[in-house]
């Protein structure tokens, strides 16, 4: 009987050493071969990222308050957002030493409007110094954020949030976030 239990508990010891074995097997080869990054694992699994879509930038176009509402109605973020969204951006300055708010826009699957939202999704904070720039709109949306002239208030549950703009994430770089 004991014979038994011992050749059991020995056939379960070596199966379970195999195992860690072959784990750190592939763990050597994943850490000799690669840094452990995002990209070198998705890599090592195979998994191909779709490129990264290039958004334009629009010469000819001058920014102004007056225009930003047909400017951001015109882009492919505001066409394809879900038929759902309600968000807000709102402009500021510093111009007296303290934050004073101008305009704030609604911005809905393809309009946008000046006026205040009834229960946006998420509110943007963009300083209006940025505005004459926004005709290359990715690239002045990731300055603003990385000077801190940019925030977002999220007024809503986060996970759901995430679900429900997750066809948005291909804006995510262009966003900065």
Request: charged share 25%; aromatic share 10%; proline share 2%.
């Amino acid at each position: 009987m004991k014979k038994k239990r011992n050749k059991k508990n020995k056939f379960k010891f070596n199966k379970k050493l195999i195992l860690i074995i072959i784990i750190l097997i592939i763990l050597a080869i994943a850490v000799s071969s690669l840094t452990l990054t995002g990209n070198s694992i998705k890599s090592f699994f195979g998994v191909k990222e779709k490129p990264q879509t290039q958004y334009a930038e629009i010469p000819n176009i001058v920014v102004t308050k007056q225009n930003i509402a047909a400017f951001l109605q015109s882009t492919s973020l505001v066409q394809e957002l879900p038929g759902s969204a309600e968000l807000e951006l709102k402009l500021y300055n510093f111009n007296s030493g303290e934050r004073q708010w101008e305009e704030s826009y609604v911005v809905k699957k393809g309009q946008v409007y000046r006026g205040t939202a009834e229960n946006p999704d998420v509110v943007a904070l963009l300083s209006s110094n940025y505005l004459n720039e926004l005709n290359n709109f990715c690239a002045t949306v990731q300055k603003a954020n990385l000077n801190g002239d940019l925030a977002f208030e999220y007024k809503k549950n986060k996970a759901k949030l995430l679900w429900k703009y997750k066809s948005m994430n291909k804006y995510k770089s262009c966003l900065g976030i």
